[in-house]
């Protein structure tokens, strides 16, 4: 959304303003003299390829003899105006651009028959691709629409950013990096004190004693580094925003989100995070690395909370991608229109990135110590982005990544990159399909034993909470409360 202008959906709003302009009798040249603005920029917010700021909606309302409210109306103003949105949608979905045809332009010569049929036949084809889908189950469609509505507020919550502040200054946390003491302290305050075990059930990541006053957190994070305070402070955040056992996985979901986003806000505090961050802009010196180094967090940390903070208080759309080596996606988050790859849900888990975006360019460098900067060429646009890779606890390797559109690189170090590459993604054409010669050479002559993951069909355990086995937790609460 464009800072300052209320929140609206972009295509119901262009075709409202389309139809009262075209109801008062006035061509788009006339609206745009009206209006102070070009015809092109006009023709972009009609078809709703871009958000209005307030000035200009108020211009628009005014000029049309409406109220500002009424261009914000949810409802298409009228039924063909419903259907061409409904086709536009559907035309920019993974399914259809898969099949590789060309997108049908609802103009005012098409008739409305057409269109009920196209859209009619583009739901049918929605429905089969669904039903074909066999891994997006009840967490997988959870999980899709938390990631929409966390979109749709550029991935921030204010009022979690306030308690994390609030919680700080009662502990008194002044600058720097978060330090273990500071976070027992937090746990004090909430009458609660931290302990390390051996024996936490396997289906747990943390336990908290509510009657004893006791949060229970591995060993492996005894060392340091932000694994601690951040399992520390999510264990707390569950007592702070008063949850009560999941009731399914949409709100389990929901409540994970909030306390990584809480432990995230607490180890790098919104207003010294903005401080750094602006002055880094000023500089054109951004870099996740530098908000790394300055908050004592991992590299997934800091990029990550960029993304609750660049795009409402930096004016910075941009994207994040968590990539394994063979190329699926395990978490990501875009507000700039990158246009990750999904299934026929929207779900991006588990779908895996072009071979040619710098999250998988990443894994051929040789130098691992610094980022690594490229500009992708892409059906969406040009992008720059910003790429690191590390490994997890089994020793597979992983990228992490954010990437901006080609206008905001001005304000990253690595703009000047000469790295660059060309994505046709989702087109099967760019890096799906092997080199004709290889296809040639191999094809019914091989046969490849596909790698088989055991969770994909193994069960939750049932219990009070989703995948947590109730008797071994309570059996281990038994035994510490002797």
């Known amino acids: 959304m464009t800072p300052g202008a209320p929140s609206a959906d972009p295509l119901t709003l262009g075709r409202r303003v389309r139809h009262l302009r075209t109801q008062r009798g006035l061509t788009l040249d006339q609206l745009a003299a009206d209006t102070g603005v070009s015809a092109s920029q006009l023709s972009l917010v009609e078809n709703g390829h871009r ?5 200009l909606l108020s211009a628009l ?226 870099a996740v690395e530098d908000f790394r180094d300055a908050f004592g967090i991992t590299h997934e940390t800091a990029a990550w909370r960029l993304t609750n903070l660049a795009t409402r208080d930096l004016d910075i759309p941009l994207h994040f991608l968590r990539v394994t080596e063979d190329g699926a996606l395990t978490k990501g988050y875009e507000d700039d229109g990158v246009g990750l790859p999904a299934d026929a849900a929207g779900a991006v888990e588990g779908q895996h990135v072009c071979r040619r975006w710098a999250a998988r360019a990443v894994f051929a460098q040789r130098d691992r110590t610094t980022e690594f900067h490229q500009y992708t060429d892409t059906p969406g646009g ?51 399909r092997p080199p004709g010669e290889l296809a040639d050479r191999w094809a019914g002559r091989s046969w490849p034993s596909a790698t088989m993951h055991a969770h994909v069909l193994a069960p939750l355990p049932t219990g009070s909470f989703p995948g947590v086995d109730d008797a071994e937790v309570y059996a281990f609460l038994e035994r510490h409360a002797r």
Request: charge should be positive; aromatic fraction near 4%; glycine fraction near 6%.
């Open 61 to 286: 309302a005014q000029a049309l003899g409406v109220p500002t409210a009424s261009l914000l109306d949810p409802e298409p103003p009228t039924r063909r105006a419903a259907l061409e949105i409904a086709l536009e949608r559907a035309q920019g979905s993974p399914a259809y651009a898969r099949l590789g045809l060309p997108a049908v332009r609802p103009s005012r010569t098409l008739p409305t028959e057409a269109l009920e049929a196209l859209v009619g036949l583009h739901g049918e084809l929605r429905r089969r691709d669904e039903a074909a889908s066999a891994t997006p189950e009840e967490a997988r469609r959870a999980n899709t629409e938390l990631r929409r509505t966390m979109r749709a507020v550029h991935n921030h919550l204010p009022e979690l950013e306030e308690l994390a502040e609030q919680q700080l200054r009662a502990a008194g946390h002044g600058a720097g990096p978060l330090t273990h003491r500071t976070v027992a302290r937090m746990a004090a305050e909430l009458g609660l004190t931290i302990l390390y075990v051996d024996d936490l059930p396997h289906s747990t990541r943390t336990v908290t004693d509510l009657e004893n006053g006791r949060i229970y957190l591995p060993p492996a994070s005894t060392p340091g580094g932000h694994g601690l305070r951040s399992l520390a402070l999510q264990a707390m955040a569950h007592q702070l925003l008063k949850h009560s056992a999941p009731v399914d996985y949409a709100d389990f979901l929901r409540q994970r989100m909030e306390i990584n986003y809480y432990a995230a806000a607490c180890l790098v505090p919104r207003t010294p995070a903005l401080e750094l961050l602006r002055a880094a802009k000023a500089a054109k010196d951004l």
């Open 382 to 432: 040009t992008f720059w982005c910003s790429a690191q890779t590390g490994r997890n606890a089994s020793g597979s390797r992983f990228s992490i990544t954010v990437g901006v559109p080609y206008v905001h690189a001005k304000w990253f170090r690595g703009r000047d990159t000469a790295v660059r590459a060309r994505s046709t993604c989702p087109d099967d054409g760019c890096c799906k």
């Open 51 to 55: 958000e209005p700021r307030l000035g």
